[in-house]
């Protein structure tokens, strides 16, 4: 048995433990295969950055990859397309200098293919093997960890308020935030700590002062930047209904009551309370014409219930999910703009690129924005899908609870997001 086996051994044995641990609450480290020494190859193999894979699978160019985490991992989370084609075979098939034929069949050789993993290190040892046999690859570079870094800010052409209003997308786990500025004022809506500095930097070049960085929940899926851009001398705005929830830092920041408004030039943002994903759950309507929703009702789906309270509480949450839709949101204009926090796979972008669907089209498209409250609950809580990853780490870091620095606040958050209901049975069919 050679020393590369010797070594995945273990880490499939550490990796088995740290899951039960994080399971029990005892654990919040991530552990990845890349931590992994992996020796150079003996090839000379060539990278693409997380940017320039995205531009090709934007342009709608074939794109093949080699993803070789682990199945579990795989299937959790991944790079998808239309334009496409992914396989899964983990690194490990690659430690034996005989690499079985069975594994090899499965990876095209007739024309490119980009290998991943989580960091980088296990798909530049595997391309360097597939290369050495006379593959077409190059590597992932940064693997995951880079996909995840991706954040891009696109123009909300609908939008006819005053001043300009952008999204930013993360396509990596399906995040969502918004930027309006007008005059010499800006604002941020569910901004990211990850992107700090991307905020600031935007609003500069943009010849624009950020007076605002505005929360519309305590995220279980990502981790707030609302107090690192306040710690900037942002105002930081947080939802005052969330503050029961135990929020450490409430006195530190401006609170957001049902009805307040928020002045950035010319552009109005009213608070709106929208219960129902959580307790404190607020909706922040940009000049008329925005909803910003937070994890309320997306572009494919609405709200899970239970991510607050757990199971127990759902089905009262879901009952409060119902009314604040019927009331508070269904209530607005037909051609109000529905923008969330979060989208899916099942998301279709408009036609201007953003994750925004008027009222009316969502409300033609999507059943359960049409049931009673009975049926709305039995459909809403009949097939949850799994929790965000880490959520109880990152809702304890959110409310100030648990102290965490950058690193481990970004690897807290790689995955998917999983803060709407299922999206398979939503849809009217």
């Known amino acids: 048995m050679n020393r590369l086996y010797l070594i995945y051994l273990y880490c499939v044995l550490w990796e088995i433990l740290c899951k039960l641990l994080c399971g029990y609450g005892w654990y919040s480290g991530v552990y990845n295969m890349d931590d992994m020494d992996f020796p150079t190859p003996d090839a000379s193999v060539e990278s693409v950055t997380a940017s320039e894979l995205k531009a090709r699978v934007d342009a709608g160019e074939a794109v093949t990859l080699l993803d070789t985490r682990m199945g579990s991992d795989y299937e959790e989370w991944r790079i998808d397309g239309e334009n496409v084609e992914s ?23 007739d024309h490119e293919v980009t290998v991943l993993c989580a960091k980088g290190g296990a798909s530049e040892f595997v391309a360097g093997a597939l290369k050495d046999r006379g593959y077409d690859v190059n590597h992932l570079e940064e693997g995951m960890n880079g996909w995840a870094r991706i954040y891009e800010a696109v ?3 609908r939008y006819e308020g005053s001043g300009t209003l952008l999204q930013y ?13 007008d005059d010499d004022e800006a604002a941020v809506i569910d901004p990211l700590r990850a992107f700090t500095d991307r905020y600031l930097e935007d609003a500069d070049e943009l010849g624009v002062d950020l007076t605002y960085a505005i929360d519309t929940h305590v995220h279980a899926d990502h981790i707030s930047g609302v107090r690192n851009l306040a710690e900037e001398g942002v105002e930081g ?34 608070t709106i309370y929208t219960p129902g994903h959580t ?13 910003a929703t937070g994890d309320t009702l997306f572009v494919e789906s609405v709200a899970r219930p239970d991510l607050e309270e ?32 979060h989208f899916s796979d099942a998301a279709v972008p408009a036609a201007d690129g953003t994750y925004t669907a008027p009222i009316g089209e969502l409300r033609e498209k999507m059943a359960a924005l049409t049931m009673d409250e009975d049926e709305f609950v039995e459909l809403i809580l009949s097939d949850m899908p799994p929790r965000p990853a880490n959520h109880e780490a990152i809702i304890a870091t959110n409310l100030g609870q648990q102290e965490t620095d950058d690193e481990e606040a970004f690897e807290l958050e790689l995955g998917p997001n999983n803060c709407a209901a299922s999206k398979d049975s939503l849809a009217d069919d």
């Open 169 to 181: 997308q993360r396509p990596s786990s399906g995040c969502l935030g918004y930027l309006v500025y």
């Open 87 to 109: 396989v899964n075979v983990p690194y490990f098939e690659f430690l034996d200098e005989e690499i079985d034929e069975d594994v090899l069949a499965k990876i095209p050789d």
């Open 155 to 157: 123009e909300v052409g």
């Open 237 to 270: 705005v947080v939802p005052e209904a969330a503050v029961d929830r135990g929020v450490a830092y409430a006195d530190e920041l401006t609170l957001a009551e049902d009805g307040d408004e928020f002045q950035v030039g010319d552009v109005t943002i009213e």
């Open 279 to 291: 307790s404190g759950m607020t909706s922040y309507l940009i000049d008329g014409e925005l909803l």
């Open 310 to 341: 757990g199971a127990e509480g759902a089905e009262d949450a879901a009952r409060q999910l119902h009314e604040t839709l019927q009331e508070r949101i269904l209530s607005l204009p037909d051609e109000t703009l529905i923008g969330g926090a």
